[in-house]
């Protein structure tokens, strides 16, 4: 059995951190690959190391000097290196690396604080250090070159059978110039990993208990999700409810490999499993959760005998697609339809597509509709189970609540509402206990 366990920025901020991760890696001896982050915040004030290295790229890009950020993020790595005792001798090699700081890539620099921390997490669990930037090869455009990765992934390992750390976030073009992933970018190293070396589960070390059914700071102590399908997810963290970077979902979904969302400061609770299909012998939840996103627009469109005529809707989507925006939903009805975007998206450009619509599709009537929030009730179980609109149309009418658009994802796993911004809190209040009691009986 293979484990790929990535431990985000919080899970090794400090020493106490670093033991809570090699009391978990010696609990279960399938936790053989290790990927770090860049230490992370202490508590929350702090500072991520991450964040203090492109700063020091800012003074550098402006004249500053950076070289009081540099000690600072020294200290950090010091403060780890003492208590536990460590002999890789970070202060020298730090010190090397600031020396010479003003003739490093952006990147490079940024890609220190995994760099720093895998160095110690490797000494302190007692395995090799393998360089990301030996290990995972970029494209120049950005993405994974995944035959060469593998290629490296699974040499590295044949070399190291015990396992290795490995630093997350960072890795090389085949010319040798660094790349980085996007931020939170880790989560896709633990993933990249994960599939290069076929692992049987992806565990996400990170500071919470896994996904929640709903925002904790708008419904009170909501469910905990234990299983969930990588689309539920998807719709999920689409919505607002981010855990993981979206990019670390690829890699393992195509090679059918669960991923594990624990929680490093109660390894104990169950956590998050995310995987393809559900399994049949789970508790069977009407809903699997409750997300929103407030700050729509929607455009509505207004055209007699439309249902007749081929091609309106193309042509108002076209409208949008050369202004560059990005479509979220499309409700239909029989003589209108109503395009829905994400309000930053038209801030500056609403006059001139309303103007090229009017112009275009020569509709009878154009409203726009703005303040909207869409909140998505998601459940891979919503298909079977007939009366869940209804619910949801009860409790938000009993609410005093307007519905000012509803759909319904095509693969049926999702009800998505539109209300007004100023309803969005509570109305996913009233759907959430709505849901709730439906389970109790
Ligand atoms: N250290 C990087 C960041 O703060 C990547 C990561 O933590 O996954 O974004």
Redesign the pocket.
Known sequence: MIKVAKF??SSVASAEQFRKVKSIIQADPDRRFVVV??A?KRFSDDN????LLLLANAHIQYHVDSQPLLSQIEQRFVEVAKSLDLKYPVAEKFEEFSSVVTSLSPEYIVSR??FFTGQLMAEYLGLPFVDASDTIVFHHDGTVDFERTAIRVKEAAQRNPRGFVLP??YGCTVDGTVKL?Q?????ITGAVLARCLEANVYENWTDVPGFLSADPHIVDMPRAIHRITFDEMRELSYMGATVL?EDSIFPVREANIPIQIKDTNSPDRKGTTIRETAEEREVEHLITGIAGRKDFTAVHIQKTHMSDKVGVVRSALSVFERYGVSIEHLPTGVDSFGIVVNSADVKDKIYPIITDLRREVAPDDITVTDKLALISIVGRNLRRRPGSSGLIFGVLGKAGINIRLITQSSQEISIIVGVDNDDFERAIRVMYDGFAAHEKV
């Open positions: 985000g920025g982050s860049a992370g991520k190391i991450t964040d604080g995994e997350g976030f992933f931020r939170g970018g880790g989560d970077q």
